[in-house]
């Protein structure tokens, strides 16, 4: 790392600066590590991202606050995490910018389930121990233990990535405030009804031995018979096949033909269904069929799910174990018998299966089948296996007694937020995604059965009075006292008959997160942080959680404060790597920003948490990607790459080469400042105005800056950042730098042959000194760094009373460029073009221009190929 320090710099005007040393020359060449090296520290010292001192007073320009998506503590971000950390800070900085008091909130996301299987890993591989062999409290003593010491990488990170968070209201998702409001938001649901307990399916981990959201399954795609691992089994276990095989029909010598994939779940069917107009079937009504391993006979119910297409047109039904069969099992009110304990092993069922793993009874019962002659064949087929993210075992539906919130009215007020304009969602294609799962929102499970994490404040009541045997009741309450005089109100008895057990289980992250937006700023107690910064602005995130995140934000900001907690939701892009996978750390495509910051050489670094065949999947794939490792790109580069990529749509597959490419633009601005600062001289003074003396050149260039001001203000008010980065790309490198410089180069080099030379050399200089200061100013949100190293360089106008930082000044308006041209209006496109002909065939650059500038802009944007064309055309 390149050391730079402090120093305070003044000049004449009294302009002083606590800064990077930016007495010293410009280097020869752009470092990033050079640059990078301490303009973080210093901006955060002078506390440039935190909101005005007073924020009670109101500031007529307006407030702009954002949280950001708290991200896990577990791990290290990867450049999923750093496009959305660019698109927010390029946001928070362009807001604060135009002088609105901004606020971007930092916060970290507990992480249960993650958390606890990395710590349940460290403590197995250092002591050999398991969380049970230490017991809940010690457990959690160790969870925090590894919190304090590692969970602030991410935070390193982002400060790397030169993320303007206001560092001073940081957020753990457990600290005592937000725990606090999470107690206080169950318990408000739960008095009122929208919280309840009920037993259900859930996606269960035998692994984890808890219930796990949908967004923690993977769906694993199987083309056929495919063999996969399974924690807790030596041998792959064969998925993909499709048995069949038949029930006797009872009293008959008919047999009813079934298909299943899951063959060991056949020991908890309780019925056979078929399609009500399935002519093949209508004799068997009021039927019932022999199960071969008991004496349980189940009925043949007529269902409209059934699909007569599919096999033979009948389908074993498994209340307990599937989906689709719970609810036919509810319509038709069939028994519901559990052949699963948490573990993954068979209960309710007949010897020889009672006891044994579910993936070894999958055996035994096919074996079974045949030995009975009720096998019928097994075949290939295609199909979705559910996998658990992070124990990567096979997800089981399991019927367990849960909590769950009702989200009927939730989900429509939400819905109708947007319908009705008050909550606007970014892009607008994602409005089908959003209507869609909110019209048919289901009731959202949000207990895990996990040690780490808000543990529920609900409590099991029993009433120690004979004379009241069913005293059986869960009440919620901030302490076991108050449980208890709730309880002993709710029977009508002392509370000393009242006997309480708190909940084991802890709730989803997902709840947590859900109050996020509130809880932040001491939600449920009144103060001025929580009058002023709520409801926020804006919320932006990656589409992929728009209704495990976004939507629940906005049903639980509205539930418990009544108001929606964004005006704005901005969906970016999911980033891929450059072959359109998912980043995985399986696959090896994981990607830290800070390798791509710095550069690193072809290794997988070591992760304790990965097996051992996915960390030689990690090197095979980065030695295909990466053959020579990754070359030092710098956060600049990196954040205006993200920043252009999002034009990609709901994907990005991101080459880390080409950020290469704006880590050479960075280098361009670096010499176009260093050649100005020369040219410009020691002793020069910018104007406050522009003298209206400009020749064509002049006059062009600042048309060309104002129109690059246009459009970036029109940019961030769309969100669109292609816009934005391509403006900034092409006036700095193809109006600029490849037209503008090279045309006034004749104007300085005979800058003192007489009074004319020297005062239209000294318009120039003004000119270029104007595009120069707002050049930077505009393109300072994407790449702070590098518009801070060199602004710095600059003179001021106003050195008394100018911003002692680029990232505090104005941001550019087109009004602004005009009133620095006294007036004057910018050229029009058919003057521009006139003018321009005329200055190039009079100053020789035409020959430059053919041989040297005509081949870069082919390779630019199509809206610049037009205008050139038009411009020689005329």
Not at 55 to 75: Q, R
Not at 433 to 448: E, G, M, P, Y
Not at 582 to 590: D, F, P, Q, T
């Amino acid at each position: 790392m390149v050391m730079r320090h402090p120093i305070t710099i003044s000049t004449k005007s009294c302009f002083v600066a606590q800064a990077c040393d930016v007495v010293s020359p410009l280097p020869d060449s752009y470092s990033p590590q050079y640059v990078e090296a301490a303009w973080y520290p210093w901006w955060e010292k002078q506390g440039f991202f935190k909101p005005e001192k007073s924020i009670s007073e109101e500031n007529a320009k307006g407030i702009f606050m954002m949280c950001i998506p708290p991200p896990n503590v577990t791990g290290s971000l990867h450049l999923g995490h750093a496009l959305t950390n660019a698109i927010q800070d390029c946001l928070t900085r362009w807001h604060r910018m135009r002088g609105e008091t901004t606020l971007w909130n930092p916060g970290c996301d507990h992480a249960g389930i993650a958390t606890q299987v990395v710590v349940e890993k460290k403590l197995m591989r250092e002591k050999g121990m398991s969380r049970h062999d230490l017991g809940r409290e010690n457990f959690i003593r160790e969870v925090w233990k590894w919190k304090n010491e590692k969970g602030d990488r991410i935070y390193h990170q982002l400060k790397k990535l030169g993320s303007s968070l206001d560092w001073d209201r940081a957020c753990f998702t457990m600290d005592p405030k937000l725990s606090y409001a999470v107690q206080e938001a169950f318990i408000r649901m739960h008095d009122e009804g929208v919280i309840y307990r009920s037993k259900r399916l859930v996606n269960w981990s035998c692994t984890l031995n808890s219930a796990i959201s949908d967004i923690e399954v993977d769906k694993k795609e199987l083309a056929g018979r495919t063999l996969l691992p399974v924690p807790g089994y030596k041998e792959k276990i064969e998925f993909g096949v499709l048995v069949s095989f038949a029930y006797k029909v009872d009293g008959s010598d008919e047999e009813v033909i079934v298909a299943t994939t899951r063959i060991e779940t056949m020991l908890g069917d309780t019925a056979v269904a078929v399609h009500p107009a399935d002519a093949r079937y209508q004799h068997l009504k009021g039927k019932m069929v022999l199960h071969p391993f008991c004496d349980r006979k189940m009925p043949i119910v007529f269902d409209d799910f059934v699909d007569m297409s599919f096999g033979t047109g009948a389908v074993k039904i498994t209340p307990a174990h599937d989906h689709n069969d719970y609810e036919v099992g509810e319509r038709h009110n069939l028994a519901f018998i559990n052949i699963l304990d948490e573990n993954g092993l068979l209960i309710n069922v007949p010897p020889p299966f009672l006891g044994m793993k579910r993936f070894e009874a999958r055996k035994a019962v096919l074996q079974a089948l045949k030995d009975r002659g009720q096998f019928k064949e097994i075949k290939d087929n295609p199909m979705v296996v559910p996998v658990c993210s992070r124990s990567k075992d096979i997800v089981e539906p399991l019927l367990k007694p849960q909590w769950y919130v009702d989200c009927r009215d939730m989900g429509k007020e939400a819905a109708d937020a947007v319908r009705e304009g008050r909550l606007k969602i970014i892009p607008d294609h994602h409005l089908k995604t959003w209507f869609n799962w909110l019209d048919n929102i289901k009731d959202w499970c949000i207990s895990r059965q996990l040690w780490w994490g808000h543990r529920i404040p609900a409590y099991f009541i029993t009433v120690n009075d004979p004379s009241d045997m069913d005293g059986h009741y869960w009440v919620s309450g901030r302490s076991e006292e108050e449980a208890r005089e709730k309880a002993a109100k709710r029977f009508n008895v002392s509370a000393d008959k009242i006997t309480l057990r708190q909940d084991e289980d802890v709730l989803d992250t997902w709840f947590s997160s859900g109050i996020f937006p509130f809880s932040i700023f001491g939600w449920p107690n009144e103060n001025e942080d929580l009058q002023v910064f709520y409801p926020g602005t804006l919320l932006e995130t990656g589409h992929d959680i728009l209704f495990f995140w976004v939507a629940r934000m906005v049903m639980m900001g509205l539930k418990l404060t009544g108001k929606l907690p964004f005006k704005e939701v901005y969906l970016h892009a999911v980033v891929r790597d450059a072959h359109g996978r998912k980043m995985s750390k399986s696959l090896g495509n994981v990607i830290d920003p800070l390798d791509v910051i710095t550069g690193i050489s072809l290794e997988v670094k070591p992760n304790h948490n990965l097996d051992p065949v996915e960390v030689e999947r990690a090197q095979q794939g980065q030695k295909s990607d990466y053959p020579n490792g990754i070359p030092e790109c710098g956060t600049d580069a990196l954040r205006f790459a993200l920043c252009a990529y999002t034009s990609q749509g709901r994907d990005i597959n991101l080459d880390v080469n080409r950020i290469l490419g704006y880590r050479h633009f960075c280098n361009k601005l670096w010499n176009a400042v260093k050649f100005a600062m020369k040219t410009l001289g020691d002793n020069f003074v910018p104007s406050e105005k522009l003298s209206g003396e400009e020749s064509v050149s002049d006059r062009w260039i600042l048309s060309r800056l104002s129109a690059a001001v246009t459009l970036c203000d029109a940019g961030f008010k769309a969100y669109d950042f292609p816009t934005i980065t391509t403006a900034i790309y092409n006036f700095w490198l193809y109006e600029l730098c490849d037209i503008y410089l090279e045309s006034v180069k004749p104007v300085f080099s005979k800058a003192e042959e007489d009074s004319t030379s020297q005062r239209q050399a000294l318009v120039c200089r003004q000119t270029l000194y104007t595009c120069l200061e707002v050049g930077l100013r505009l393109l300072s949100p994407l790449m702070p760094f590098v518009t801070e190293e060199l602004y710095q360089r600059l003179p001021r106008r106003k050195p008394q009373s100018d911003p002692p930082s680029i990232c505090v000044t104005s941001y550019p308006t087109t009004e602004e460029v005009r009133k620095r041209r006294g007036g004057q209006l910018v050229l029009n496109l058919t003057d521009a073009q006139i003018a321009l002909k005329s200055f190039f065939v009079e100053s020789a650059v035409l020959c430059f221009l053919q041989l040297h500038f005509f081949p870069v802009i082919c390779c630019s944007s199509a809206g610049t190929v037009r205008r050139w064309t038009a411009t020689w055309s005329s």
